[in-house]
């Protein structure tokens, strides 16, 4: 059974400044990685595998001196993020060939500052 809980934090000064870099680097690397994409079918090819989108755009981010504030948060988040850009994919496209119900979706978009700023967790089993 999935269970999806909603909370209202108050959050403390410090957990502001650390909740806000959660939501910069998720939303950067979702961008890259929706950039790449982007690339990738202008030019014809098949759209990279998750696990390629996690190696280049996490693995190997963190290891550059651009990206390296990566590695400040935890990894969970940004792998979730490229999950659920796969899922948006694999969602547009059922919906371009008529296997998904309902009205047809667009392709993901690019995530910008001024929108609600997300980051998800995966569940921790105890």
Known sequence: MKARFKY??????GQ????????GCVR???????????????????KPTNSELQKQFITQSKKTEDREW??????IPLQQSLNDLN??????FKSTKGQR???????????????KQTARFTCMRV
């Open 70 to 75: 990566l590695s400040e948060v935890s990894a």
């Open 16 to 23: 502001k400044y650390r909740l806000v870099k959660l939501f």
């Open 8 to 13: 209202r934090i108050y959050p403390t000064p």
């Open 87 to 92: 899922q948006g994919y694999q969602n547009f």
């Open 28 to 46: 950067v690397v979702w961008n890259d990685s929706l950039a790449c994409c982007q690339e990738k079918y202008k030019l014809g090819e098949k």
């Open 101 to 115: 119900k309902g009205r047809a979706i667009q392709p993901p978009k690019f995530k910008s500052k001024k929108s």
